[in-house]
């Protein structure tokens, strides 16, 4: 069945960066699109960015542009989101999600269990 | 950017009850707007894609409308496990956001 599963929590100090990982089972890796959103504690979602795996484009979120970079490997199916220059307020649960449509940017209907990154000192 | 703000922040309802949630748009979003659904300790779930489209597996007591800047989730009659909260989102071009959200909580 289709699936994204991603890596398990972090912690990290303020000014350093994480790498999240997601990786894809059960469909062509390359043919959808893989959305990142974060949820602050208690607050609501927040879309970060896209990347097609198909071709390598990424959209990132004007907030995170200059401090966040999608990548991914083919070879493994996975997809990474790298946040860089860390503050307490990027502390939360980080998704991500496949696109609904195949080769083509539409909606997110698979998501993994969410990753949570603690950024203190 | 889309500004997406959604009403009422909470709505408290019984079960059976019919519930109307609204979201609305900075700018024209055409018809590039879905709702999610979203639970405690939860990923959040695609109900509605293309503003009136139900995903797969979604029951029919969920529907949505509307087109331009003006949408609405209505569920038709409340179940106990449709008390969560909900978002919509919307996209343009290449960007994406979400609404604040709509707790949808038992009276």
């Known amino acids: 069945q289709v699936q994204v599963v991603q890596s398990g929590a972090e912690v990290r100090k303020p000014g350093a960066s994480v790498k999240v990982s997601c990786k894809a089972s059960g469909y062509s890796f390359s043919d959808y699109y893989i959305h990142w959103v974060r949820q602050a504690p208690g607050q609501g979602l927040e879309w970060m960015g896209v990347i097609n795996p198909g071709g390598g484009s990424t959209s990132y979120a004007q907030k995170f542009q200059g401090r966040v970079t999608m990548t991914w490997d083919t070879s493994t199916s996975t997809v990474y989101m790298d946040l860089s220059s860390l503050r307490s307020d990027d502390t939360a649960v980080y998704y991500c999600?496949?696109?609904?449509?195949?080769?083509?940017?539409?909606?997110?209907?698979?998501w993994g269990q969410g990753t949570l990154v603690a950024v203190s000192s | 950017e889309t500004v997406l703000t959604q009403s009422p922040p909470t709505l408290s309802l019984s079960p059976g009850d019919r519930a109307t949630l609204s979201c609305r748009a900075s700018?024209?979003?055409?018809?590039?707007l879905a709702w999610y659904q979203q639970k405690p300790g939860q990923a959040p779930r695609l109900l509605i894609y293309d503003a009136s489209n139900r995903a797969t597996g979604i029951p029919a007591r969920f529907s949505g409308s509307g087109s331009g800047t003006d949408f609405t989730l209505t569920i038709s009659s409340l179940e106990p496990e449709d008390f969560a909260v909900y978002y919509c989102?919307?996209?343009?071009?290449?960007?994406?956001?979400f609404g604040q959200g709509t707790t949808l909580e038992i009276k």
């Open positions: 999600a496949r696109d609904t449509q195949r080769r083509s940017m539409g909606w997110l209907d698979t």
């Open positions: 989102q919307q996209r343009s071009d290449w960007t994406y956001s």
């Open positions: 700018q024209s979003v055409r018809s590039y």
